[in-house]
C-alpha cells in the first residue's frame, strides 16, 4: 500500500484542519489505519485508528474530543479532522495501514505515509 499524507500547514490557535491520507496500491477496504505524530524532540505517539470498515474507533486521551478519525473506502481515503487546534499539537502527522487493527502504540504498522507538517502558532 502506498499512502500520501496531506492537509497540512500553518495555522493558529483554535483553528481547524482536515488530513487526508490517500492509499492506492492494494485493496485499501482491508486496511486497518491510524494516524500518529511527532513533535520535535519527542517520540512519535499515536494519535487515532479506524478499523478497516469504519465501525471502531480510537484517539489517545490528548486528543480526545477535538480530533476525529474516518475514511471513505470508495475514495480510499483516510481523514483526520483536527479542531481547536492547540500549539501542542503541532508536529509531523503520518497515516500507517496495517491488515490488523490495534489501539496499542507499540503495534507494528506494515506501511506509512510520508507525513504531512502542521505547525500551530499562539
Known amino acids: 500500500v502506498q499512502l500520501q499524507a496531506s492537509g497540512g500547514g500553518l495555522v493558529q490557535a483554535g483553528d481547524s484542519l482536515r488530513l487526508s491520507c490517500a492509499a492506492s496500491?492494494?485493496?485499501?477496504?482491508?486496511?486497518?489505519m491510524a494516524w500518529f505524530r511527532q513533535a520535535p524532540g519527542k517520540e512519535r505517539e499515536l494519535v487515532a485508528t479506524?478499523?478497516?470498515?469504519?465501525?471502531?474507533?480510537y484517539y489517545t486521551a490528548s486528543v480526545k474530543g477535538r480530533f476525529t478519525i474516518s475514511r471513505d473506502n470508495a475514495k480510499n481515503t483516510v481523514y483526520l479532522q483536527i479542531n481547536s487546534l492547540k500549539p501542542e499539537d503541532t508536529a509531523v502527522y503520518y497515516c500507517a495501514a496495517d491488515l490488523y487493527y490495534s489501539e496499542d502504540e507499540a503495534h507494528k504498522y506494515d506501511y506509512w505515509g510520508q507525513g504531512t507538517q502542521v505547525t500551530v502558532s499562539s
Open positions: 479506524i478499523t478497516w470498515s469504519g465501525s471502531m474507533t
Open positions: 496500491g492494494h485493496t485499501f477496504s482491508n486496511y486497518a
